[in-house]
């Protein structure tokens, strides 16, 4: 009979994980784009992420970045494994579920600059000024009007570059979402494949000792 060791994620990995899935789908889902607490979510998102990559230099073993480099060359020979239905192991992300790992951290971190580069940066939103009325006022002389006609090009200016800020968050979460499913869909296939909990592994719970005669 052979002792076996079912391996779970420590508790900050676990943190970090659900707390970055919950942050994503309730600004995705629950809270209104631009609103106060979309933004408060977001900020909590980017906290959590900061703290994995900093458990990523000193965490444990299984959730440092030399447990699972990002390599394509890898990622193919897993492929190859796959294909000739050998069964690996590895003692954190396999070859494709690092490249996974990474592409979603890079999205979300996309997500998260850009969101914060909304709400930071002037936007066109700001409403304009009412241009004072004759009965108040003399005509404006030309100098006046070459100002007003340079503060109205700077600020569609600004209000392109907030376009293009934008147009850039919504890609970036739409891509974050596609990224995700196809996650769950690698974590179902690699269960199935190789019979190992990698869902249950990133549940609550201490390491388990296991039998296999």
């Not at 241009?131 to 006609?149: G, M, Y």
Request: proline share 5%.
């Amino acid at each position: 009979m052979q002792i076996a060791q079912e391996q779970r994620w420590d508790p900050l990995v676990r943190l970090t994980h659900w707390g970055v899935a919950a942050g994503v789908l309730a600004n995705g889902i629950l809270t209104e784009e631009g609103s106060g607490p979309h933004q408060w979510v977001g900020y909590g998102v980017a906290a959590l992420l900061a703290l994995r990559w900093i458990w990523g230099l000193i965490g444990s073993p299984e959730a440092r970045f030399s447990a699972f480099r990002p390599s394509l060359r890898r990622a193919a020979a897993h492929l190859r494994a796959i294909g000739r239905r050998e069964k690996t192991t590895h003692r954190s992300h396999n070859p494709l579920g690092a490249l996974m790992v990474y592409a979603l951290w890079a999205t979300l971190a996309i997500v998260i600059g850009s969101g914060v580069a909304m709400t930071i940066l002037p936007g066109a939103s700001t409403p304009p000024t009412e241009a004072p009325s004759n009965a108040q006022f003399q005509t404006p002389a030309a100098s006046d009007d070459d100002e007003v006609r340079e503060a109205r090009e700077d600020g569609a200016g600004e209000g392109e570059g907030d376009e293009v800020i934008e147009e850039i968050h919504e890609v970036a979460a739409n891509l974050l979402f596609i990224l995700a499913g196809l996650h769950l869909l690698g974590v179902a296939f690699e269960t199935r494949r190789s019979g190992r909990g990698i869902l249950t592994a990133m549940l609550p719970g201490r390491r388990e000792l296991r039998c296999k005669e």
